[in-house]
């Protein structure tokens, strides 16, 4: 009887080992898959994050270079802008523009400039500039530059030298921000960090 006892106890406990492990196993298992779905969230919100203030950027050089051609009219490099769009620009507008599209709009610019000079107004001169460097630009530039650490440098880089210009063609920080001529320039450029600085948190991460 003693040893029937001994074999029902020795299973039992066999049985609760394995319960165990495999509770064990189950709890691990959760663990990995709750933490893969907080990865995942916070890759995913960190990448819409990161596509907004692409928008957000984007149009804040936009409308820079809007503002130069109108009442912004100083010695600041404000065609550095250019560069500055072609590496913020959301990814499926620079894929439209680069193709076809870019191209027929390149044509007609080109087009226009060569034949009807006086029909081409100074304005549409660095927009031109820009559609062009979408279509001719090399693979290089635009599949491995845009989008990389050193994409998110040059455009911190134009975006701070924009703004210690501006600052002094006001006058001072102060005066940059409290004349109603700055304002807005102001604004727009301290727009144009919101995306590299953003990209680079990234990247730390």
Not at 13 to 38: C, F, M, P, Q
Not at 127 to 152: E, K, Q, W, Y
Request: with cysteine.
């Amino acid at each position: 009887m003693m040893d029937g006892k001994r074999g029902y106890l020795a299973m039992k406990t066999d049985y609760s080992a394995a319960n165990e492990l495999l509770a064990s196993d189950l709890r691990e298992i959760g663990n990995s898959v709750k933490k893969l779905a907080n990865h995942a969230i916070r890759l995913g919100g960190l990448g819409f994050g990161t596509s907004f203030l692409k928008w957000v950027a984007s149009f804040a050089a936009i409308y820079l270079l809007i503002l130069d051609r109108t009442n912004w009219k100083t010695n600041i490099l404000t065609s550095l802008l250019i560069p500055y769009i072609f590496l913020s620009l959301p990814t499926w507008l620079f894929s439209l523009l680069r193709g076809e599209v870019g191209r027929w709009i390149a044509l007609i610019a080109i087009v226009l400039r060569l034949f009807f000079p006086r029909r081409f107004p100074d304005w549409l001169e660095l927009p031109a500039a820009l559609i062009l460097l979408l279509v001719v630009a090399p693979g290089f530039f635009a599949d491995t530059i845009r989008g990389s650490i050193a994409g998110v440098a040059i455009c911190l880089i134009i975006g701070c030298y924009l703004l210690q210009e501006h600052i002094r063609a006001s006058g001072g920080f102060r005066n940059s921000f409290t004349k109603s001529s700055g304002i807005s320039n102001s604004i727009g450029i301290l727009l144009l960090f919101v995306y590299p600085l953003w990209a680079a948190i990234i990247y730390v991460l």
